[in-house]
């Protein structure tokens, strides 16, 4: 991670070096003018921040919980396969509901790729195609990609070294001449920093009795600077002790900074909501819902489409990515599709519209519907009442009661010649 850490690709490559991934003096890149006190950003402190912690769990949970499907093309027509136990419970954990392993791997893994830009896990175990059939996801914390002559050599686990065929990799925000992905923390530790600051600020100003700049002043007479000092040192023992302080009424205390710094506060942790959302490709309303400086209000009316937008812009390109990755663990020609109409499921109206004129165009069938809405199949009798209250349109005119064909004159009825003139 040359560029994290300040050097070249090609710095990397001539040294040999060391690639980390997780800890934190590799995670996160040194400042350099960090100071003591100041906070010092990792990925597990950084969930300390709201905004990283609903960013992370928001894309994490949406992806996780999509429903997977295994397809291959037979003469240009998408069929449907059995889903390998790979994709049912990858870390092959026991687990009290089915499809619970699937959704707790993709979760915990697509929050290290959105965290830390790299997913990793161990292959325990392969299938007769010797495909993974087991992945063992590793803490990032304890994960580092060695590198020797620019080629990836080994990855490192907790210590141990294993070869890149052992190893499931998984890669977000890639650049050129990088082995592993960019960290999304690392590049937000000065925004996420500075909230920490002002949080640190304010629980000293309203837990350990800290004040801001300050000036008493006597309004009754004029002391010397003996007397002013003697004050003073009255002043500062009560305020270290968290004591009152007791004067009379030819004193008068103004907190110079208080009213402002208050709102510094205030303002300081709102654009840090949105400024943090930003390195982690999260709309701020989605996360916040106080103000983040988002024109207009969501309504009913416009909240499919304002899904629909946050699918398309911030996580299309991540769901097609672990697509890619995911397919990779199934036999050619097979590949994984993650189904995203999960998405809009929110609005009731607009998709039972939406089913209503696929039916009505014939792309797809009462049953089909019913089971997109975990419905059973219509029984006979529901059938029967449907047709009663709804009778089905005849396609043909109704039969004449005498038996001849329609539009078939009865007999004798065949019109006669009129007078030429007549009518």
Known sequence: MGVLFGRSPRQQRASGGYWGMGSPQDLIPPRPF???GTPY??????????????????????????????????????????????????????????????IDWLFASQFDLDRAGNAIGLITARDGLNLPARIELAPTAQTSVVVKAGELWKYRIAGDLYDPSEIWHERSHVVPGLHVGLSPVAYAAFAIGEYFSVQEFAQ??????????????????????????????????????????????????????????????????????????RFFGVPADLIDS???????KLTYQNITQRNLQFLIMQMGPA????????????PR???????????????????????????????????????????????????????????????????????????????????????????
């Open 41 to 102: 950003i990792t990925a597990d402190s950084a969930l300390r921040h709201s905004a990283v912690w609903a960013a992370l769990n928001l894309r994490a949970g949406l992806i996780s919980t999509l429903p997977l499907d295994i397809y291959r093309r037979v003469n240009g027509v998408q069929i449907a396969c059995p889903v390998p136990e790979v994709l049912r419970n990858p870390a092959g954990n026991i687990v009290s509901q089915p499809g619970d392993g699937l």
């Open 34 to 36: 960090w100071r003591p």
């Open 333 to 423: 020609p097979r590949y994984v599709k993650l189904n995203t109409g999960a998405f809009l499921r929110l609005d009731p109206l607009q998709r039972m519209q939406m089913i209503q004129a696929q039916i009505d165009a014939r792309t797809l069938a009462p049953s089909e519907a019913r089971e997109l809405e975990d419905r059973p199949p219509l029984t006979q009798a529901q059938i029967d009442e449907f047709d009663h209250f709804w009778p089905p349109k005849s396609a043909a005119p109704a039969p004449v009661s005498n038996g001849q064909a329609p539009g078939e004159l009865p007999a004798g009825s065949e019109p006669k010649a009129l007078p030429a003139g007549s009518g």
């Open 290 to 296: 106080g103000e983040t400086g988002v024109t207009g």
């Open 319 to 330: 769901i097609i990515r672990r697509e890619n990755a995911l397919t990779a663990l199934t």
């Open 204 to 277: 000293n100003w309203f837990a350990t009795g800290a004040v801001p700049k300050a000036r008493l002043k006597n309004t009754a007479k004029t002391i010397d600077a003996k007397q002013a000092g003697i004050v003073k040192e009255s002043w500062h023992a009560a305020i270290t002790a968290n004591e009152p302080f007791v004067h009379g009424s030819d004193w008068e205390y103004s907190m110079l900074q208080a009213e402002h710094a208050s709102t510094d506060w205030i303002d300081a942790k709102k654009f840090s909501i949105t400024d943090v959302a």
